[in-house]
């Protein structure tokens, strides 16, 4: 916890939008809240001291990516059924409404569609993990209107 | 005994049998209530086969579904927030349970769904849902699979590995489907009436489960916990008391370390 402390501490001093920390299978992302005061600019002093596994980077949101996120705690699922070929993989294309992948949540097989047609960029979750309420599972490019 | 057809199940004026599809055979009533629910069926519809010979179990395992047995998927488009999906499986083996004491088979159900007798399946529910990934997260359908052993002998299943018994079996005689699937039907929807008061919910399942207090297992996650069951948060996960502390359970595959099942305090011997 003292990590996240650590970046709470990086995200008000470098007064970036969001801090993301990833390491082996744990992924910490720290959002600054909109409505709080605005952070004086960062220092070249403060990004020098950054550590190599911290990198500010802005939302992927903002970069035109849209989230798929989970609506349940529960497992994530790539695959209809174990040995059964992925949903999706990075770089396919998909319609909305297509299915991306399932979250199982007491033994609720809950199917997690796309709500918008593009372009799966990235998976976010480990087949077979857990995943949060909200958590984004996938990034997607929307197609272009 | 009437036979199952549209006409009967349509005279049982079942809120969740609005409209009701019956198969000779079919590869799978959930793989075609799916369907239907994607193409719009409203509320309560119903899908019957006689023989399913592709049934599907959770992560598609084989089920066996040969006649004698009642294999149903129905379509539910319940009013509430995506979030509280989670609880329809738990809502859904009460009913399922309350069914069986119905029809005189005292059915207790393992963590979270499992409806067994003397430590075997009777039953299966798989519950499956597609959601709107809009902003507030409606549900958008959920079809509620129940697959129960009832005019079969054991060996009829197929599944000689695992351990299974019938509603014939624990009865020693045959029951009418169309009156199980009445007790089915009027059950289920009484309990799914009431998931947002889901303490009730909680409540009739403490007092028909057999998990709470036992030895378990769960594989989950590519590893293996072994602790005792000892209680249910509010939204029905399962607390886990093991050698690293209390773990909370969402999912996994339990297995009860002792053999036998019990309902979940003495006054559930009576009714439920």
């Known amino acids: 916890m003292r990590e996240v402390e650590q970046i709470v501490e990086l995200l008000r001093e470098s007064g970036v939008g969001e801090i993301r920390v990833r390491n082996g299978e744990v992924e910490i992302s720290v959002k600054a809240r909109p409505e709080a005061p605005a952070a004086p600019p960062a220092s070249q002093a403060v990004a020098q001291s950054l550590p190599e596994a911290v990198e500010p980077e802005s939302s992927p949101e903002m970069d035109g990516l849209h989230a798929v996120r989970s609506p349940v705690v529960g497992t994530f699922y790539r695959a209809p059924a174990p040995g059964e070929e992925v949903y999706v993989e990075v770089g396919d294309t998909v319609s909305a409404g297509q299915t991306l992948c399932i979250v199982e949540a007491m033994k609720l097989m809950n199917e997690i569609v796309a709500d918008v047609s593009g372009e799966v960029v990235e998976v976010l979750a480990e087949n077979a993990s857990g995943v949060e309420y909200d958590q984004p599972l996938f990034y997607l490019r929307p197609d272009e209107r | ?195 947002e008061d889901f303490g009730a919910v909680l409540e009739d399942w403490r007092n028909l489960n057999c998990t709470l207090g036992e030895r378990v297992r769960v594989r989950r996650f590519g590893e293996t916990l072994e602790g005792r069951a000892v209680d249910l948060t509010r939204e029905g996960a399962l607390l886990l008391a093991t050698h690293r502390g209390t773990v909370e359970l969402f999912e996994g595959e339990i297995e009860h370390l002792r053999q036998g099942d019990r309902t979940g305090d003495s006054s559930a011997s009576g009714g439920y």
């Open chain 2, 1 to 195: 005994m009437k036979a199952l057809s549209p006409e009967t199940i349509g005279s049982l004026k079942s809120p969740l049998a609005c409209v009701v599809e019956v198969y000779e055979a079919l590869g799978s009533t959930q793989e075609r209530a799916r369907e239907l629910a994607r193409a719009g069926t409203p509320h309560g519809t119903l899908v019957v086969a006689r023989v399913q010979t592709g049934g599907r179990g959770r992560l598609g395992r084989p089920w066996g579904s040969p006649e004698g047995g009642l294999w149903i998927s129905l379509v539910l488009r319940p009013e509430f927030r995506a979030s509280l999906a989670s609880r329809i499986t738990q809502t859904a083996a009460v009913g399922v349970a309350k069914a069986l004491w119905e029809i005189g088979v005292e059915a207790s159900i393992k963590w979270p769904n499992d409806l067994l007798v003397g430590g075997k399946k009777i039953c299966g529910i798989l519950a499956e849902s597609g959601t709107q990934n809009i902003a507030g997260r409606s549900l958008d359908y959920a079809v509620l699979g129940v697959g129960m052993n009832a005019n079969l002998d054991p060996s009829d299943l197929g599944v000689a590995d695992r351990k299974v018994t019938t509603i014939r079996f624990e009865l020693g005689h045959d029951v009418d489907l169309l009156e199980l699937l009445r007790a089915l039907l009027s059950n289920l929807d009484a309990e799914l009436n009431r998931i």
